[in-house]
């Protein structure tokens, strides 16, 4: 059948096969995703952060190829046809994606996600790509595993592999991402031996000879550990917090003349900027607003809030202005008035309450036998880490560069409006006390001790 041998900087060599995966990634719908960068507008903020869903989507191809050479050492036969199909999803897992695609669909929520069951039907099934996957014969078996159709519950492991709590894709962007910006942390390859299926789904074997391994726990934690730390470092920096606010504003402002969502499908991250400011830049906010980013003259913060507010103001301040898009323009127009600045020189940014956190759902199987969800095994460091992850929500109100001289009077208007004093000052200074590793997770943001 042959194959092809890629080098990738994080595993090495990797191996696709000529037929049927190497024929997906050279198609256009494929190729496109070398133009769109994995973590946005990261590199803003990291400079090495170039790398794009293209490597990624290869990378994931070879740790679900992983994880089945592992289950089939642990006991579990894995089908030829199924090990095909589970790595031609996991090759295909984002061919959905638009660019800036997190930014747009979960921060701003301007469209919708990018992995719902309608989107992923309409990209495996159209153009070169979708000829060559009905071609392959694996069409109907790749479908339900991207959730598109169902699974049997005893073959949903197949889905697991792909896109569970741990999966294909987390081990390979957390190692891709903490590499390429620059982070001295990596998890355990060790993670390989754990895998198992219990009960139709991809779980983690934590027992052997009927004792429990601790070890294999710890590893575990140390992932969510490694995705909590990209989080506060990364993913939720307030630089590339503020860079992908400005290019939101500017598809806002497009959407506002006529953009549809179809309209990004076919984009890479450069087509998408060029199509603004070639159809859409007589828009003036939109133009002085990409020519900023372009020239990375970020917005700056002016006014933070943090999770160390009252939980209910926090859900009320989600609600407004997470979900509420026309609230969230409608008051920084009213910030822009109160402040003489022009449309687009405030920003207000606010996230969801649960910061994008999966749910540790994973099976653990025990010494005694049982098997039990990762999550109500009651393990002390992965509860902190969980609630250390909602302490990263921070309300933003950004404005421009060059009206930072009118920061401190921006902070006064945005304290009136909202009805809470700034935290920036005492963000700043490292002073603001969350969260304590001897606290309850519920009692975060309310507790003694350090972030």
């Given at each position: 059948m042959g194959e092809k041998v890629i080098r990738d900087p994080i595993w090495g060599d990797l191996v696709l096969s000529?037929?049927?995966?190497?024929r997906l990634v050279d198609t256009p719908e494929f190729q496109r995703l070398r133009g769109i960068k994995q973590l946005g507008a990261a590199s803003l903020v990291y400079p090495g952060?170039?790398?794009?869903?293209f490597e990624h989507s290869l990378g994931t191809t070879h740790v679900a190829g992983r994880i089945l050479d592992a289950l089939e050492r642990t006991g579990h036969?894995?089908?030829?046809?199924?090990?095909?199909?589970?790595?031609?999803?996991?090759?295909?897992?984002?061919?959905?994606?638009?660019?800036?695609?997190?930014?747009?669909?979960d921060e701003r929520r301007i469209f919708g996600r990018h992995d719902t069951p309608a989107r992923t039907a309409r990209f495996l099934e159209s153009g070169e790509l979708g000829r060559r996957l009905r071609a392959s014969g694996l069409e109907e078996l790749v479908k339900p595993i991207l959730k598109v159709g169902d699974l049997p519950p005893e073959r949903r492991w197949l889905r697991d592999v792909v896109s569970g709590t741990v999966c294909a894709d987390l081990l390979d962007y957390l190692a891709r991402d903490a590499f390429h910006c620059g982070i001295a942390a990596r998890w355990d390859e060790r993670v390989f031996r754990t895998f198992a299926v219990e009960?139709?789904?991809?779980?983690?074997?934590?027992?052997k000879r009927g004792i429990l391994r601790q070890d294999v726990l710890t590893e575990v934690v140390n992932l969510l550990r490694l995705r909590y730390t990209l989080s506060e470092r990364v993913y939720f920096h307030h630089g590339k917090v503020a860079a992908g606010a400005m290019v939101s504003k500017a598809v806002e402002c497009a959407v506002g003349d006529g953009l549809k969502l179809d309209d990004l499908f076919g984009l890479r991250d450069e087509g998408l900027l060029g199509m603004l400011a070639t159809r859409f830049g007589k828009n003036r906010t939109l133009r002085?607003?990409?020519?900023r980013f372009l020239a990375r003259d970020l917005h700056k913060r002016c006014y933070v809030l943090t999770a160390a507010i009252d939980p209910?103001?926090?859900?009320?301040?989600?609600?407004?202005?997470?979900?509420?898009?026309?609230r969230r323009e409608r008051d920084e127009a009213a910030l822009e008035k109160t402040l003489k600045l022009d449309p687009g020189d405030v920003i207000i940014y606010c996230p969801s309450e649960k910061m994008q956190l999966k749910e540790a759902k994973i099976p653990v199987r025990l010494g005694d036998g049982h098997c039990r969800p990762l999550a109500e095994l009651g393990i002390r460091e992965m509860e902190v880490l969980?609630?250390?992850?909602?302490?990263?929500?921070?309300?933003?109100?950004?404005?421009a560069g060059d009206h930072r001289d009118r920061a401190e009077a921006a902070s006064r208007a945005c304290a009136e409006l909202f009805g809470e004093p700034s935290q920036l000052e005492v963000l700043k200074s490292g002073q603001l006390r969350l969260f304590s590793s001897d606290a309850r997770p519920e009692d975060s943001g309310r507790s003694e001790g350090s972030d």
């Amino acid at each position: 059948m042959g194959e092809k041998v890629i080098r990738d900087p994080i595993w090495g060599d990797l191996v696709l096969s000529a037929e049927p995966e190497m024929r997906l990634v050279d198609t256009p719908e494929f190729q496109r995703l070398r133009g769109i960068k994995q973590l946005g507008a990261a590199s803003l903020v990291y400079p090495g952060a170039h790398h794009t869903r293209f490597e990624h989507s290869l990378g994931t191809t070879h740790v679900a190829g992983r994880i089945l050479d592992a289950l089939e050492r642990t006991g579990h036969p894995v089908d030829a046809r199924d090990r095909a199909a589970v790595r031609v999803a996991a090759l295909l897992h984002d061919i959905t994606h638009i660019p800036f695609g997190h930014t747009f669909e979960d921060e701003r929520r301007i469209f919708g996600r990018h992995d719902t069951p309608a989107r992923t039907a309409r990209f495996l099934e159209s153009g070169e790509l979708g000829r060559r996957l009905r071609a392959s014969g694996l069409e109907e078996l790749v479908k339900p595993i991207l959730k598109v159709g169902d699974l049997p519950p005893e073959r949903r492991w197949l889905r697991d592999v792909v896109s569970g709590t741990v999966c294909a894709d987390l081990l390979d962007y957390l190692a891709r991402d903490a590499f390429h910006c620059g982070i001295a942390a990596r998890w355990d390859e060790r993670v390989f031996r754990t895998f198992a299926v219990e009960g139709g789904r991809l779980a983690i074997n934590a027992e052997k000879r009927g004792i429990l391994r601790q070890d294999v726990l710890t590893e575990v934690v140390n992932l969510l550990r490694l995705r909590y730390t990209l989080s506060e470092r990364v993913y939720f920096h307030h630089g590339k917090v503020a860079a992908g606010a400005m290019v939101s504003k500017a598809v806002e402002c497009a959407v506002g003349d006529g953009l549809k969502l179809d309209d990004l499908f076919g984009l890479r991250d450069e087509g998408l900027l060029g199509m603004l400011a070639t159809r859409f830049g007589k828009n003036r906010t939109l133009r002085k607003t990409l020519d900023r980013f372009l020239a990375r003259d970020l917005h700056k913060r002016c006014y933070v809030l943090t999770a160390a507010i009252d939980p209910a103001r926090r859900r009320e301040l989600t609600e407004l202005y997470h979900q509420d898009r026309a609230r969230r323009e409608r008051d920084e127009a009213a910030l822009e008035k109160t402040l003489k600045l022009d449309p687009g020189d405030v920003i207000i940014y606010c996230p969801s309450e649960k910061m994008q956190l999966k749910e540790a759902k994973i099976p653990v199987r025990l010494g005694d036998g049982h098997c039990r969800p990762l999550a109500e095994l009651g393990i002390r460091e992965m509860e902190v880490l969980h609630a250390k992850h909602r302490e990263l929500w921070k309300l933003y109100v950004f404005i421009a560069g060059d009206h930072r001289d009118r920061a401190e009077a921006a902070s006064r208007a945005c304290a009136e409006l909202f009805g809470e004093p700034s935290q920036l000052e005492v963000l700043k200074s490292g002073q603001l006390r969350l969260f304590s590793s001897d606290a309850r997770p519920e009692d975060s943001g309310r507790s003694e001790g350090s972030d």
